[in-house]
């Protein structure tokens, strides 16, 4: 009877294994998805060297973006009647923000602090669920509690600081 014991042990590890494994690539994966969906924005409020900077006036919003004048703060940069930006809750007619222009379009990004931590909002997202899944699936409350915490608090910084 001890082999059966020990044989039964043995396929118990490997599932238990097996299932960290699997949680943690799917962790891993939401993490990256998340972070890819940030960089293409992030990049441009975190790096605006060499970009068109300055203040945007929100004029006029439809239901997935806004429209505004573009005034610019850094040299080399051109006035522009029409500006548009991503609509969202942050984004309000009537109000300024400063902006930088991404390469060759007329489409704008939040610059600064703002800017940068909307930026990361898809990433806060997916530490968020990514919180879950290690949580649920590799069975590690203390590193769940850190990927959940540190998501919430860039959320929560993201609209506070906005």
């Known amino acids: 009877m001890p082999a059966a014991s020990a044989?039964?042990?043995?396929?118990?590890?490997?599932?238990r294994w097996g299932r960290i494994v699997v949680a943690g690539m799917f962790a891993a994966l939401i993490v990256?998805?998340?972070?890819?969906?940030?960089?293409?924005?992030?990049?441009?409020?975190?790096?605006?060297?060499?970009?068109?900077?300055?203040t945007l006036t929100v004029t006029?919003?439809?239901?997935?973006?806004c429209e505004g004048t573009f005034e610019p703060l850094s040299p080399g940069a051109t006035a522009r009647s029409s500006v548009r930006i991503e609509r969202s809750v942050m984004v309000r007619e009537g109000h300024g923000y400063d902006v930088v222009l991404e390469p060759g379009t007329d489409v704008a990004v939040r610059a600064g602090v703002a800017g940068v931590l909307l930026a990361w909002l898809p990433l806060g997202g997916a530490l968020l669920l990514a919180s879950v899944v290690v949580a649920g699936g590799m069975r590690m409350p203390r590193l769940a509690w850190v990927l959940g915490l540190?998501?919430?608090?860039?959320?929560?910084?993201?609209?506070?600081?906005?």
């Open 7 to 15: 044989s039964s042990a043995r396929s118990g590890s490997v599932v």
């Open 60 to 65: 006029d919003c439809l239901p997935d973006r």
């Open 32 to 54: 990256f998805a998340g972070a890819w969906g940030s960089w293409g924005t992030a990049q441009h409020a975190m790096l605006p060297k060499g970009r068109e900077r300055g």
């Open 150 to 162: 540190t998501g919430a608090g860039l959320l929560t910084a993201a609209f506070v600081l906005s």
